[in-house]
């Protein structure tokens, strides 16, 4: 449920290896601009990040909305953008996680156990 960082090198590469009509030059200039797209925090219609790699050949979109898949398996990504699609989560001992602590229903017994 994570992607595969890979460097643009090496996507080129592969993706050549499958798109053997392609130009080096041109797949490179097309991920570099979609990495600089991401890095300046373009974002898919639906307020994802975008998918780099998917977003190269297939316009502007987050991994979700271009391949329709809910998450991305042994599927690749720049890796420059790779550790920076996640959302961010609250991490431990943040004030969002606090409060989602404090706002986690009190289990019923334990009130009457409290009240008797
Ligand atoms: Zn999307």
Redo the contacts with the bound molecule.
Sequence with gaps: MAFVPISIDDYVTKFLAGNPDSERSEVTARLEETLADFKAGTR?????RIWVIGSAEAGH??F???TGEAYPEEDYEIAEASTKTAEPRAAKGSPLREANFLARPVKRGRIEAMES
């Design positions: 898919c219609a639906c307020g994802a979109g987050c979700r909305c271009i």
